[in-house]
């Protein structure tokens, strides 16, 4: 029933920008948090960022000063705005929401988008 809908991956040179999105639907939920991942080949998963239904967010030391999180609560959209991109970025960006429903916490998992950058 849930389903995360991540867009704005791409190529992009070194030192540009990209913003994600990642949008929530489905069946009645809350949000406790959301963040973002990432993964590149042969290497594990990782954090990005994310950002809490306090509004407190949390970056990856690679990523701080660079990326911004961010929420639209009317929307259930949550969003990555990252500048000065180098080429260590590029990854697989995986969309994460914490949902609170029928009195539990479910994770649940975007289907990634594809970052590249060229040097």
């Known amino acids: 029933q849930v389903q995360l809908v991540e867009s704005g991956g791409g190529l992009v040179q070194a030192g540009g920008s990209l913003r994600l999105s990642c949008a929530v639907s489905?069946?009645?939920?809350?949000?406790?948090?959301m963040g973002w991942y990432r993964q590149a080949p042969g290497k594990q998963r990782e954090l990005v960022a994310r950002?809490?239904?306090?509004?407190?967010?949390n970056y990856a030391d690679s990523v701080k000063g660079r990326f911004t999180i961010s929420r639209d609560n009317a929307k259930n959209t949550v969003y990555l705005q990252m500048n000065s991109l180098k080429p260590e970025d590029t990854a697989v960006y995986y969309c994460?929401?914490?949902?609170?429903?029928?009195?539990?916490?479910?994770?649940?998992w975007g289907q990634g988008t594809q970052v590249t950058v060229s040097s």
């Open positions: 994460n929401a914490v949902l609170f429903s029928v009195y539990v916490h479910t994770q649940y």
């Open positions: 489905g069946s009645r939920f809350s949000i406790n948090s």
């Open positions: 950002i809490t239904a306090d509004d407190n967010t």
